[in-house]
Structures are given as C-alpha cells and as structure tokens.
C-alpha cells in the first residue's frame, strides 16, 4: 500500500485536521468527525446534514458552507458514523426549522441515520431524511436497493440553496426527493482502490481490463471489459444512464464528471467532451455542467458519470451562490 | 497504459474540448491549444499570458478568467507550444498595454516564448517574460537552472489580480518576479507518470519506494527514499523548501499542497495537516493555503508543496477576485 498516511487508524481524524487548518469558515472536531460551519447556526434555517463513512473527499466536509451543507458527519473509512455522533451534529444544526438528513443509500447508514433521527425526534427536533440511489448499475429491488453515488452532491447542492431561501422543511424535503428521482449515475474503474485497513486492493484488474458499473466502495461491477476509448466507455455510461432515466421532455441536463480519486484532470475533460457529443446526438442540452474529483473513493482510478433531469426551479437553485471549501460560486 | 483517452495524438485537443463544453466563459481553439477568455480584451489591462506541454491540468487553461489569466497555450502533452502559436495569443489579448508571458524554466518554453516576444516586439507588441523557477530540488546553476512548478500558481494569480486593477506592465512584471523569488517548490513521487505517447512509466519504483525531489514531466528525483509516515516526508519536504526560502521576518506563507494527478483528496488534506504542524514549530505562520490538483503530473501520485513568504500587498492579491474553472472566490 503506498499511501501518503501517519497510520491507517488515524486517516479521517488526521484529514480533517487538514482541512481545518486549510478552511477558517469550517468549525471542525476532528475526533468526533464532525464538520460545521464556523458561523454557528442560521435562525429560522433548516438544517441541511449529511455523512456517512469517509474516503469519498470532498464529500462530504468539503461541501460545508453557505448554500449547502451545514453539518457533515465523518465515519470511519467506508464505514457509516455512529447515531450519536449524527444526533450530536443534527441538534448542533437545528435552528428550530428541522433537519434535513441526506444518506446515500447504503445500510449502515440506513440504520444509523435511521436511529439518529428517532432520537432527534424524542428530543423535539423535526428530522426529514432524503435517501440518494442514483447508481443505475444496481438493478431495482436488488439486494439493499441502489447506491447513492454522484447525485448526492446534486441533492446537498440544490437542497442546500432552497434551504437558504427560509423554505420550510417539507418543501425542501420534496425538492431533495425530486433531484434524486431525477438523477442516475454509473461508475467505471481503471484500477480498484486500497482502503488504508485492508492495505491491498479490494480486486485485481488485467492491464487492459475495466470495471464497469462499480460502486464507490471498492464494490465490483456489473462485469469486466476491456478499455478500449473514452469515447466508447462514455457510451457505455451513458447508454446505462438515459436507458434508465424517465424522460422529461425539453428539460435540459446537469452533467457530473466526476473522478474516483486517481483519474488526473485531463482524462476527466476529455470524458466531458464525448458526454457532450453523445448528449447533443441525442438532442439533450447540457445546462451545467462540473467536471473534478467530488465524489472519490479513495485512490481508484476511474469515474462516474451522474446526469440529472434538471427543471427551471432546479437550474435556478444551482446557480444561486454556493460557498464550501469544493463548490463555489456567486456573491 | 490504463487511462481514459481516445488516441494518444488526440488527448490534448480532446481535453480542450471538454473544457470548452464545461466552461461557457472559455473561449477555447482546441486545434491551434488557445484558450481565451470568451468576453475579448480588457481595454487598457495588462495581458497576462501563460502556458507550455500539456499534462499539468488544470495548469494552464483552467486558470483563464478574470483576475488570473487572458490566455493560455497550451503545447502537446510535456511539450512546448511552438512561437506561431504563443504569438496568436500574444496579439489576441495585447490591448494596448502590453503583455507579461509567465514562462516555467524549461529549455523549450524559454526558447518558444522567447521567440515570441521577439516576434510580438517586431509587432509593436510589449511583451515582459517573467521565468518561474522555484524547484529546490535542483541545485542553483545547475543545468538549465531551477524547474518551475507550483509557484506558477502564485505568479499567476497575483500578477493577474494585480493586472486586474490597471496597473502598468513593468510593475506587474516586478510584482510577478517578486513572487518568484519568494516562493519554493519541492515533490516527492510514489508512482511514475505514464504519458501517452510512451505508454509506460517513466521509471519504476519498489512498493515502499518513493521519489524524492521529483519533478511535474517524470524526470526523476534526487534521491530514492522509503516511503514512511506523511509527517515524515512533509519534514523531508519542508526542510529542502525552507532551507533554501530567504527569511522574512513576520512575513507569514501561502502554502499550495499540491496532488500530482493521482493522490486523493484525503491523502492531501493529511499532508496539510502535517505542514500546519511543522511551520508552526518554527513560528511561521500560513495566512492561506490551497489543497488540491493544480499543477498535476499525468497521472503521477504524489504531491507537492510549495511555500510563498507574502507581504502585505501579495495577500491582498491572493484575496482579490478570481473567476476561473479551477480557482474562484470573491465576487
């Protein structure tokens, strides 16, 4: 394992330490794994939270801040944080308006989030809870159900922005399901990752072999193939992608290209280039768009492509200001 | 080779491509490498001018936009762009005040910018080239002289903000060779790059090996090392940084924690932590700092930092507006 760590046990707390020293609008307990923002609560704001296990930076600590989150809650790597470390964020958020809890569909978090939330509520704090499963490489009603992957950020983004407008807890709720519903992604790996426990690689890859539908956890995929251009495996995610997402007539698309943590900038730009060519035979308008390492799973190689159905009022909360440590926009 | 690439001839057009797609305010000549800002000449600004090989994404072109750069240039993969082409940007964004060309120390960019200049001074264009050359790990005098790394960044940023207010090019020069000097870059490698024309690593190191003093085209290091605790190699690299770095007393840094392509996140915000730890041992304090992949390698992994002493004047113009794909804050 070649990984530039003090020691596997102290990989989160050791992180987050740095981000602190690197982000003065960040208020971060490095032990207890909990990110806020340094300007304490918002009076009559709903609470946006989210969490789970770490390994996925920037999500999601780094997307803290005015306009989307207001708590993250870091777990160990890969594995989801405890219920009272998410009470412990989930009261420190409530400004009387609720919380809204967004959890990528994994069952940990499933279970922990689920657990918190009931203490929240004996507690006399609203909690809503949105559950992000975007990834179109899980069939539906398989197993535990689909991953939440790259529209998590879609959800935190757009639920964060409406939030900070004074909506009520239900509307944003409603607003958070509606992205997820409207947002698919699939995943494809070059090489898998080593989480810093394991100390090895969760699967092998021949040297012209793929991972094709993989999940953000070192989770194997659908079947191997062989890399052959960019252009053909954007068409494989892409093909998985639309096949599976209702269509919304005129409505034009965000697009997330995003790397898995090894993938260098130059391979993810020219992913989005044949994203565009694929979308526009297709006659689907790209009206946003990111490309970058937002949703990584530790050091794999490879990305995930998320594209989200995105309507007037959702465009709208994606342009309005954003100000975290990895998304930022506007005044 | 495992990367996500259409054909190694296409990589660089391909990537711009992409570019072009994600950011509307690009104005972006993926055939002839030339990135502009979409809204024209700023009438009466300085142009700020940077570029050579690709592969250090997204160094150059995702730092075109207000308050940075005018124009980026951008040569086949670790290759410089021929004169004609530094020219054509050269005149595109010459409004009258002249242009600074920020050259990273390497024999073909001084050579191809240099002819440049001679061509634009034919033109009746003013062209002042400021040579950024901050790697401590090669010797003073030694070759042809010190590599330039991440202090490109820093020269960029506050020669462009500077530009930005109106400022004259022989003051915007100074101010850009001033940031130079103060700055000091060092790498360490725990992977090679592989670039696309060669297909294999450019070296090859054992699994606890690492490259210390490496530089951003797979030249190798000064030395092999063990690959031991992050804390360790952060002593390793601040040690070559502040060695070498002139005092300034009560002058606090700038620091960029920088990935080389293939580092994740969370691996760079450890290093980060560990830098805050060892400058304030020594008392020195970082007013800011920047965490990411700005001046990548390919897909090398590993990282470097680089350490800017700043007065009072470069502070402010780190703070000042930036509006590009890859640095934005302000309004």
Redesign the interface.
Known sequence: M??????PET?VA?????????HPKLAVDAEAGIVLRAGGKVPGKVGILSGGG??H??LHA?FVGRGMLDAAVAGPVFTSPVPDRIGQATAAVDAGAGVLHIVKNYTGDILNFGMAAEDADDDGIKVETVVVDDDVAVARGEGAGRRGTGATLFVEKLAGALAETGAPLAEVAALARKVNERSRSFGVA??SCTTPANGAPNFALG??E?EIGVGIHGEPGRYRGR?T???E?TGIMLDAVLADLPEAAGDPVIVL?NGL????????????????RVLAARGIQ?AR???G?YV?S??M???TITVCRADEQMTELWDAPVHTPSL??G?
Do not use: F, H, Q
């Open positions: 070649k990984k530039l760590i003090n020691a990989v050791d992180a987050l330490r740095g981000m602190a020293a690197t770490s390994g930076e920037p780094g070059l090489s040297p012209d793929i890399l251009t960019a252009a495996t290209v943590g090894a993938t260098p900038p130059v391979e993810l730009y020219i992913v989005r280039g044949e994203v565009e790209v768009s990111l490309v390492n990584t530790l050091d190689a490879g990305c930022r926009w005044a």
